[in-house]
């Protein structure tokens, strides 16, 4: 990676001054690569996006912290007006590069911290809302839910995705342990945890090679799921993605899908305007 200036993590603006200038600096690595999905968003988040959102045509979606635009795309096909932002200007001219040909998606740049900002977008006029894969890009989560609260309708539903808090943090590692018992060699594989309960913002890499370090914002569930019921939202579903035990990405041992198939690195959540 490039040889960055760090910032101070412990410090909310520093630490959200860092992560704008790393998305900007990675939007076309990130793009290059993600193009319309991999993975995690084909197996794991879009079909439980698609059954928890229940989406019916003509509804008016917004896509919060949008990245490149893949989930507003496949919004749009199912027959819906998608409102998106992020709030990197280099991810948002790729989404709109991509998107050519779609008039049903209207994108902005905007702060998700921001929350006068977002509410731009209008009060009352979603019917429903998504943030995958982002809320732990984000310094503060507080203004966003705030203005999605505002922002949907009377009993509009929020679905969002994440690392899974408890077993895809930045302070869990996948180990592999082998012994002799028995007579038999045995490897077991599994997750250590060595922090959870405490926020934690810790430099990583979503993908290798990438330009540059991203920050994770790491929040325990009554924390993340508290900030959400603050805002006036109850949760109605939840689901833990995982990969299969022949999944393509066992083949490689400590990755996610075979050895892990029982361990979820993703965690999706429903939540409605109590």
């Avoid at 896509?63 to 280099?90: H, I, K, M, P, Q």
């Avoid at 731009?120 to 503060?140: E, K, N, V, Y």
Wanted: negative net charge; glycine residues 10%; aromatic residues 8%.
């Amino acid at each position: 990676m490039g040889n960055f200036g760090k910032r101070d993590l412990d410090d909310p603006a520093s630490a959200h001054a860092e992560t704008h200038e790393a998305w900007e600096t990675n939007a076309a690595y990130w793009d290059d690569r993600i193009g319309e999905g991999n993975d995690f968003v084909n197996h794991l988040i879009w079909p439980a996006t698609e059954r928890m959102l229940a989406l019916a045509r003509g509804e008016r979606v917004l896509d919060a912290a949008c990245g490149n635009g893949l989930y507003a795309r496949r919004l749009a096909v199912l027959g819906t007006e998608v409102v998106a932002f992020d709030f990197s200007a280099a991810l948002i001219e790729r989404a709109r590069v991509r998107t050519k040909g779609q008039a049903s998606i209207t994108y902005h740049v905007l702060d998700a911290t921001d929350e006068a900002a977002l509410l731009t977008l209008g009060p009352r006029s979603f019917d429903a809302a998504i943030c995958q894969m982002a809320l732990f890009d984000i310094s503060d989560i507080r203004p966003l839910m705030q203005a999605l609260s505002q922002l949907l309708k009377p009993g509009g539903r929020l679905v969002f995705s994440l690392m899974h808090p408890c077993f895809n943090n930045p302070s869990t590692t996948h180990t592999a342990e082998q012994e002799d018992r028995d007579g038999e060699i045995v490897t077991t594989y599994a997750m250590k945890v060595y922090g959870y309960l405490g926020p934690v913002a810790r430099r990583g890499a979503a993908l290798r090679g990438q330009p540059r370090a991203q920050v994770y914002f790491h929040r325990s569930l009554q924390t993340l799921l508290g900030i959400c019921f603050e805002a006036g939202f109850v949760m109605d579903a939840l689901e833990e993605p995982g990969f299969s035990p022949d999944h393509p990405s066992g083949k490689n041992g400590l990755s996610w899908g075979g050895n892990f198939s029982e361990i979820p690195p993703v965690l999706m959540a429903r939540m409605r305007l109590g």
